[in-house]
């Protein structure tokens, strides 16, 4: 590990103007490639205080061994060289793209004396016209075989076109019509070419025109009788609304924009294009990117314009590109992106109409395909593997934790304080065996306490299973701390096992024990404060051979019990990866546990608090009287004549509604009047008989 200090450029060295530098490793490689305003503020904030330092930058500057700039005279120019360089190097510690498969685009080579309709990858040539990229070339196929019915261009390769021309016959897309056969004659070159320019032309979206003209061609022929050629006009019209209909307008005014989402979290984005053009979405692509560096949303959105546009000019730079946050400052972004296309491009944020309905649905692809893509990654048996390893190594564990169970406590400023346990097998949810529970033993915040207390009840549990079938010896020294005890308190339900159980240990009636598994490693949600608050539990209770960790969100940092400094894994490690999906789906569930407890505490009324009575009853009771406020004036024998309701529950129910105050009468917030009895009643039976 270098020390920045050593290759820290001399006071008055770094000019203050714009320019772009890079980070060299000890063997000359270019490890980072960044731009800046000013280069000297820039520069000198990366050789402050390491502990000040983002973990990915403390990274990048301790692997270092030099630094090294180029002044430029704007912004722009530092852009550009940044991409270049970027391009050139492939620095590793830049954003990197992991997807960067070639999308399809469907090419017409109007550099070739009879332009060819084909599926193209890679680099762009010069003279070829493109339309997309698009998702999948099978979709260009489609499109392209409905519309050379009316646009017979030619699509054969150079080899099938010579054999043709040889022996004076041309294949099978010209017996059939969908090609003019320029190889035998039957039209000339410039016939072919005018073909094609007609086909570049509908794809480019000016179709209203060549419609119109198609429709009037069959209304004349019509009218001449040729009921032949007019039905065959007729099937022209219908293919290429077709094929319009696979690009369904999306913008009423016939923009020409492209839309860019990212869907991120703390070590991955995941970036999504769609293409309009003439209203239609033309194509759509996108790729996960690798977050090396520390970097923003608008850092994302940036580094996806030069990803973009960087190879492109004129018309492929649409006149609009809309994003979820601009870089800041914008005005160089936009100077290069106008620069490329050579006319106005205007880069902003849609605020409102169909714009930014379109931006939502883009938004829902980029987080989809974030999704999908750490689902592939953690369905790869290889991976997982690879990821439990990986933790076992980082934390000094004999084997690798075959049993992950995490802990996350939550709450809504101390109240309803709840915990989750969440457990992974071999990597994967085991979402039958989820655990979620109540803070019972004190009021008030405090997430040490907490997760103590969950800590405890649980592997005191566990421990409660062992003494029961005699696996479980006090210890020598009789101290009573150890000794596992009965837990009556509610550890909550499965999250959606199957009805017979989950599979493992049973008890004499059949029930799956709780806890019946001791895990390999127990994961909390937060630092050093929490993960001693777990171990401590574990202590108390004499359990020496499960292994403890806590990763902190803010810097995603491993913490180990009596360990001054955190352990930190390479943001590329899939055992980090691993970590951070059980910690995640941990606060999902403690979340969702506590949202739903907040939800029935204010929804409860009267009724809910009278022990025995169910939904059914509550309901049935409403709809007999109609309020609450008559049934608290019935009788106890009125009470009984509702189906279904006892005498003994009738005495419960009136015992409680008579200790209960009546509720204020409810008002019309529009009119000031006070609502009647049986409107009240209404209300409270649609809610489910909670409003007194």
């Keep these: 590990m270098a020390d ?38 820039r520069l000198s904030s990366y050789f402050q205080d390491l502990a000040n330092l983002h973990p990915r930058t403390r990274t990048m500057v301790t692997t270092a061994a030099a630094v090294e700039w180029t002044v430029v005279s704007t912004e722009v120019e530092a852009l550009q060289l940044e991409y270049s360089w970027i391009k050139e190097f492939d620095p590793r510690f830049n954003v990197k793209y992991r997807d960067d498969k070639s999308y399809p685009s469907l090419a017409v080579t109007l550099n070739e004396e009879f332009p060819r309709v084909q599926v193209m990858r890679g680099a762009k040539k010069k003279g070829v ?154 194509g759509q692509r996108g790729w996960v990117t690798d977050k090396v560096e520390a970097v923003d949303t608008a850092g994302l959105v940036e580094h996806a314009l030069q990803q973009l546009y960087g190879e492109e000019r004129g018309d492929a730079v649409p006149k609009e590109v809309l994003v979820p946050a601009v870089p800041d400052p914008a005005e160089p972004v936009t100077q290069w992106l106008t620069e490329r296309r050579g006319s106005l491009v205007d880069l902003r944020i849609p605020q409102r109409g169909d714009k930014k309905d379109l931006m939502q649905t883009v938004q829902r692809n980029a987080q989809q395909a974030l999704a999908l893509h750490k689902t592939k990654r953690a369905s790869d048996l290889t991976t997982r593997s690879r990821a439990l390893e990986e933790i076992a190594e980082a934390l000094g564990l004999d084997s690798a934790p075959l049993r992950v169970e995490c802990f996350d406590i939550s709450h809504l400023q101390g109240d309803d304080v709840v915990a989750s346990m969440v457990v992974f097998e071999d990597g994967l949810p085991r979402k039958s065996e989820y655990r979620r529970f109540q803070i019972k033993s004190f009021a008030g915040q405090d997430d040490v306490r907490s997760m103590h207390e969950v800590v405890s009840r649980r592997f005191r549990r566990y421990l409660l299973e062992k003494q029961k079938t005699g696996e479980w010896e006090e210890q020598a020294t009789g101290a009573t701390e150890n000794t596992p005890t009965e837990d009556t308190e509610t550890t909550g339900q499965p999250l959606d096992g199957p009805s017979e159980g989950p599979s493992g240990p049973i008890d004499e009636e059949g029930r799956p024990k709780r806890f019946a598994y001791p895990p ?31 990763l902190a969100k803010r810097l995603e940092e491993v913490w180990l019990p009596d360990e001054e400094d955190p352990v930190v894994l390479p943001r590329s490690s899939e055992g980090l990866y691993l970590l951070q999906r059980v910690r995640d789906e941990a606060h999902r569930f403690a979340i969702t546990y506590q949202r739903s407890k907040r939800a029935k505490s204010m929804k409860a009324g009267p009724l809910d608090t009278v022990p025995g009575l169910g939904d059914s009853r509550k309901q049935a009771l409403l709809k007999h009287f109609g309020s609450v406020k008559r049934l608290r004036a019935a009788t106890v024998e009125q009470i009984c004549e509702v189906p279904g309701v006892g005498r003994k529950t009738a005495e419960t129910v009136a015992a409680a509604l008579a200790g209960s105050a009546p509720a204020a009468p409810a008002v019309n917030t529009a009119t000031g009047e006070i609502i009647e009895d049986e409107a009240a009643g209404a209300a409270a039976s649609s809610n489910g008989g909670t409003r007194p």
């Design 129 to 282: 016209r493109y339309f997309g990229p698009y998702g999948h070339a099978w979709a260009i196929r489609e499109t392209v075989d409905l519309m050379l019915r009316v646009f017979p261009v030619r699509t054969c390769s150079a080899g099938v076109f010579k054999r043709s021309a040889q022996i004076g016959r041309p294949c099978l897309l010209g017996y059939i019509g969908k090609c003019s056969a320029p190889c035998v004659g039957r039209v000339t070159a410039e016939e072919h070419r005018e073909l094609a320019e007609e086909f570049c032309d509908f794809m480019a979206g000016r179709t209203g025109t060549y419609l119109r003209r198609l429709e009037q061609r069959m209304h004349e022929a019509a009218e001449d009788m040729e009921y032949e050629k007019a039905a065959r006009l007729r099937d022209d019209i219908g293919a290429l609304k077709r094929a319009m209909e696979k690009n369904a307008v999306v913008l009423a005014d016939a923009t020409d924009a492209d839309l860019i989402a990212v869907a991120e979290d703390e070590l991955e984005a995941a970036v999504q294009i769609f293409h309009v053009r003439g209203g239609r979405v033309r």
């Design 520 to 550: 390999q490693l127990v994961v909390v949600d937060g630092g050093k404060p929490q993960v001693a608050a777990a171990q401590r539990a574990l202590d108390e209770l004499g359990v020496d051979d499960v292994a403890v960790c806590g």
């Design 4 to 41: 920045p200090s050593s290759y820290r450029p001399k006071p008055g060295q770094i000019p203050e103007s714009p320019g772009v530098y890079k980070f060299r490793d000890e063997h000359g490689r270019v490890i980072y490639v960044g731009k800046a305003k000013s280069l000297r503020p």
